[in-house]
Nanobody, 123 residues
Framework: QVQLVESGGGLVQAGGSLRLSCAAS????????IGWFRQAPGKEREFVAR????????FYADSVKGRFTISRDNAKNTVYLQMNSLKPEDTAVYSC????????????????WGQGTQVTVSS
């Protein structure tokens, strides 16, 4: 049983940066995969990035490649999403979740969702 809590959201101007945190309260394993998703008002939840806890391998959505970086700190049981060169289109509620299937970016294949943190990028 793992619970996830997101933090670090806020208001930032276009071109600015934010770092989001996803803290896991339960024990994690080498097979754990954590994903970041986002959802804007009136839109479906969108995959952003994922990371394998044990090996550190990562995968990104095309829309954020080169701008966002996902990482983890094993000692702190925390996954980070460093967001640079933010755009107004990045405005959304960002949530992290645990993968239930090994090779999937579909939100329905993730669970144990955190409460989400709001990111607002002004122009």
């Amino acid at each position: 049983q793992v619970q996830l809590v997101e933090s670090g959201g806020g208001l930032v101007q276009a071109g600015g940066s934010l770092r989001l945190s996803c803290a896991a309260s339960g024990r994690t394993f080498s097979t754990t995969v954590i994903g970041w998703f986002r959802q804007a008002p009136g839109k479906e939840r969108e995959f952003v990035a994922r990371i394998n806890w044990g090996g550190g391998s990562t995968f990104y959505a095309d829309s954020v490649k080169g701008r966002f970086t996902i990482s983890r700190d094993n000692a702190k049981n925390t996954v980070y999403l460093q967001m640079n060169s933010l755009k107004p289109e990045d405005t959304a509620v960002y949530s992290c979740a645990l993968a239930r299937r090994p090779y999937s970016n579909y939100p329905t294949d993730f669970g144990s969702w955190g409460q989400g943190t709001q990111v607002t990028v002004s122009s």
